[in-house]
């Protein structure tokens, strides 16, 4: 078995690309990675992924020792609630710590984090200047009779190499041209996003719960938002704040990441609703009228709500269509492959898309290096890795689809979606008055998140 070292080509810049990046330099294998951004700053600024378990234990068997401390250190607060509230802010479910008696014996990597999409990129990115190639438009590839495969892009240049890994998103070019047959599906819902600074003013906007959770606000006609309060280990002016430890302070002060990372502490809102009962120009609205669109279908909202929408930084505003890969059998595999939204993008309605990428990177990450080092062969290593993610990587699909398809009665009109949403509000309601549901909920979700999951699971 063939032990030459191996080429791989990374299209696409995005956290499952830049994770496999980090691994396989880590591993001694060559990799490169072309992104289509022109600089380490360029793409989604200011707005929270949440990494649970699976996405941490992939992130530690990527990253060194000292670059997953440094992701942990700029990590935000852990909210610890979860919440439901109506339109009006009257509480429907609250679920905290005070449901257990004795806390989980959870370990440190079955806990979830919270980080700005921005300082992952650049955790991600730390050490990669001579991997990461900016400002490369992929065009389209082919696969080389000698078994090698070439990259082309926009500027007239190629690249070739062993293994083409489609980590180019949901708009993927190389799925595009490769598997011809994944196709993508409304869901008919249109999500509109923003974060609004968390100052004394907006403090008070919110109960206590709510800056301490996540939460989730059930409106009319099915309109929803969810809040999630992000506060980093920075200060306004992007001092580090007195009271964390001193090795994460020595770690982010020679962090060179923190040049970019520009978040501040804020409240992300993000405003949700089935698309007939929005403008047909909704895809169009960005920034400041975005922003007042979400103020119009709110107009009936608590006022804090409302005051906490028209706070946003209009610049944070865009819309977003909520779509889902659709499953599809295993392919017969090749020298091409693909992680995260390039071939299973899925709702955000369990939160597990960026984690689903990492757990990608990871696996995939590990099966090239053993076949660089000999101990499989290189379609052997892609195909294991396809097997495995082809299962996880659909289910995880599949239950986001479902959890949005739950919430899709509540966007109907007339009769029928108001004895919907009725009939939704009570039961929460009731659920909030049984303890022993609340635990049996939160031990499902955090199993679902990967709790008590190993890197070999």
Request: contains cysteine; charged residues 25%; hydrophobic residues 35%.
């Amino acid at each position: 078995m063939s032990t030459a070292p191996l080429q791989v080509l990374v299209i696409g810049g995005g956290t499952g690309g830049l994770c496999l990046a980090q691994g396989l330099k880590r591993a001694g294998v060559s990799v490169a990675v072309y992104e289509r951004d022109q600089t380490r700053s360029d793409g989604l600024q200011g707005y929270r992924v949440g990494i649970d378990p699976d996405g941490k234990r992939a992130l530690r068997a990527c990253l060194s020792e000292q670059l997953y401390d440094t992701f942990i250190a700029t990590c935000a607060k852990r909210p610890v609630y979860f919440n439901q509230y109506t339109e009006q802010l009257s509480e429907l479910f609250s679920s905290g710590p005070e449901i257990f008696k004795e806390p989980p014996n959870f370990d440190e990597l079955d806990l979830d984090e919270s980080v700005s999409r921005m300082t992952l990129r650049q955790v991600l990115l730390t050490g990669l200047d001579d991997v990461v190639h900016f400002e490369k438009r992929f065009t389209h590839y082919e696969q080389r009779p000698d078994g090698k495969v070439t990259a082309f892009f926009e500027d007239s240049t190629s690249v070739t190499g062993d293994v083409l890994v489609a980590a180019d998103g949901t708009n993927s070019k190389v799925r595009t041209q490769y598997l011809p047959q994944a196709k993508l599906v409304d869901t008919g819902l249109i999500g509109i996003t923003g974060k609004t600074l968390l100052t004394d003013q907006t403090r008070k906007l919110l109960p206590r719960q709510v800056i301490d959770g996540v939460s989730m606000v059930q409106g009319k006609k099915g309109f929803m938002c969810i809040l999630h309060v992000m506060r980093f280990p920075w200060d306004t002016h992007g001092e580090l704040k007195d009271g964390i430890g001193r090795t994460e302070t020595e770690l982010i002060r020679q962090w060179p990441g923190l040049l970019y990372a520009n978040s501040r502490d804020y409240i992300m809102w993000g405003f949700a609703a089935a698309d007939h009962w929005l403008p047909e120009d909704t895809m169009q609205r960005k920034g400041a009228q975005a922003q007042r669109l979400v103020q119009e279908l709110t107009a009936d909202w608590h006022p804090n709500l409302r005051q906490l929408f028209a706070l946003g930084d209009s610049n944070s505003c865009f819309p977003l269509k909520i779509r889902t890969s659709e499953p599809i059998p295993q392919w017969k595999t090749t020298n091409v492959t693909l992680i995260g939204d390039a071939i299973h993008t899925m709702t955000p309605g369990r939160g597990v898309g960026a984690n689903t990428a990492l757990r990608d990177a990871a696996l995939l990450c590990k099966n090239l290096v053993a076949a660089q080092e000999g101990r499989t062969s290189l379609l052997d290593a892609v195909r294991d890795y396809e097997t495995k993610m082809v299962k996880y990587g659909f289910e995880a699909v599949i239950k986001s689809r479902q959890s949005m398809d739950g919430h899709s009665a509540n966007h109907k009109s007339g009769l029928q979606g108001m004895l919907v949403r009725g009939m939704m509000r009570t039961s929460m309601r009731a659920m909030n008055q049984m303890t022993f549901v609340k635990r049996k909920m939160a031990m499902a979700e955090a199993e679902f998140r990967g709790a008590g999951r190993t890197t070999e699971d």
